[in-house]
């Protein structure tokens, strides 16, 4: 309990919203690859990948495969 006070006074966000942005920041490096989405929310740390989904859009608004779409298009228009 005293650890996660002095790290949300700390850092200004919980121990877990800390450990769910660290998950969902190797995510997004992840699914520039060609790894499945079920494979990276397992590797990530994500129980399954409906949880993977749900976190992932409610952190960045968007959902895994149109993210992974989006940064494939930034790719291909960069060429």
């Given amino acids: ?5 002095l790290f949300k006074q700390s850092t200004g966000q919980t121990l877990h919203q800390y450990v769910l ?3 969902i920041q190797r995510a997004q490096s992840l699914l520039a690859g060609k790894i499945e989405l079920v494979d990276i929310a397992s590797t990530v740390g994500f ?10 859009k409610n952190k ?8 992974r779409n989006q940064v494939r298009t930034r790719r291909t228009a960069a060429r």
Avoid: E, I
Avoid at 1 to 5: D, S
Avoid at 47 to 56: K, L, R, Y
Avoid at 60 to 67: A, H, N
């Fill in 47 to 56: 129980a399954n990948q409906s949880h993977f989904t749900t976190v992932f």
């Fill in 60 to 67: 960045l608004g968007v959902t895994p495969g149109s993210y």
């Fill in 1 to 5: 309990y005293h650890f996660g006070k």
């Fill in 21 to 23: 942005d660290q998950r």
